[in-house]
């Protein structure tokens, strides 16, 4: 089974950028579909992007379409999600997610494994 390290998170002015890396180890990652999940403080997970196990399909969440970009490279076993323009609503625990059935979901509860996060803070 598929186990998923994030890496990536930190401190950073508004207006800056962050690279997020999820590592995958213990399983054939190409045959996963992957997304990124966030969760501010007090409030429920939120949808970032999906992408499908090849990579040739991505979809976002209204809130960062246009300033994030997710992709993964297979040989790798990685995913990323590259954010740009970041703003202090965007502070959160940012989470890996991977599923092998249920194809590109913004849903949480369709992802059945997941890293165990990282911390992004957008100071203004």
């Known amino acids: 089974q598929v186990q998923l390290v994030e890496s990536g998170g930190g401190l950073v002015q508004a207006g800056g950028s962050l690279r997020l890396s999820c590592a995958a180890s213990?399983?054939?990652?190409?045959?996963?579909?992957t997304a990124w999940f966030r969760q501010p403080p007090g409030k429920e997970r939120e949808f970032v992007a999906a992408i499908w196990r090849t990579g040739g399909r991505i979809i976002y969440g209204s809130s960062v379409k246009g300033r994030f970009t997710a992709s993964r490279d297979n040989a790798k076993n990685t995913v990323f999600l590259q954010m740009n323009s970041l703003e202090p609503e965007d502070t959160a625990v940012y989470y890996c997610a991977a599923d092998l059935s249920n194809g590109l979901s913004s849903s949480p509860y369709d992802y059945a494994l997941w890293g165990q996060g990282t911390q992004v803070t957008v100071s203004s």
């Open positions: 213990g399983g054939t990652f190409s045959s996963y579909h």
